[in-house]
Nanobody, 125 residues
Framework: QVQLVESGGGSVQAGGSLRLSCAGS????????MGWFRQAPGKEREGVAL????????YYADSVKGRFTISQDNAKKTVDLQMDSLKPEDTGMYYC??????????????????WGQGTQVTVSS
């Protein structure tokens, strides 16, 4: 079965950096959309950064453009999220997700069928 295992996250002061990694397994598709969503307490889940394995198309939420960078290693089925210049509003639970039928033109979470367990990111002011 499809599994996504996240690593990274933690606590950092505003202006600092963190790196999240997600390793996928259990699928043989070569074209898929994979990336990161986050959810803060009392807020809806939002797509943060996504990348399409079949051509490198990326999506970034407006709130993270210029600060976050998503990258992938298709051979290893991994996706990393480098988060720089972190702000307190970046605090939340970050989830890795994959959609096996999406080229990242659709970013709504309901189209992503597989999710990791989540990793906490806390940014203090």
């Amino acid at each position: 079965q499809v599994q996504l295992v996240e690593s990274g996250g933690g606590s950092v002061q505003a202006g600092g950096s963190l790196r999240l990694s997600c390793a996928g397994s259990g699928y043989t598709y070569s074209s898929y959309c994979m990336g990161w969503f986050r959810q803060a307490p009392g807020k809806e889940r939002e797509g943060v950064a996504l990348i399409y394995s079949g051509g490198g198309r990326t999506y970034y939420a407006d709130s993270v453009k210029g600060r976050f960078t998503i990258s992938q290693d298709n051979a290893k089925k991994t996706v990393d999220l480098q988060m720089d210049s972190l702000k307190p509003e970046d605090t939340g639970m970050y989830y890795c997700a994959i959609s096996l039928s999406n080229d990242c033109t659709v970013v709504a979470g309901r189209y992503f069928g597989y999710w990791g367990q989540g990793t906490q990111v806390t940014v203090s002011s």
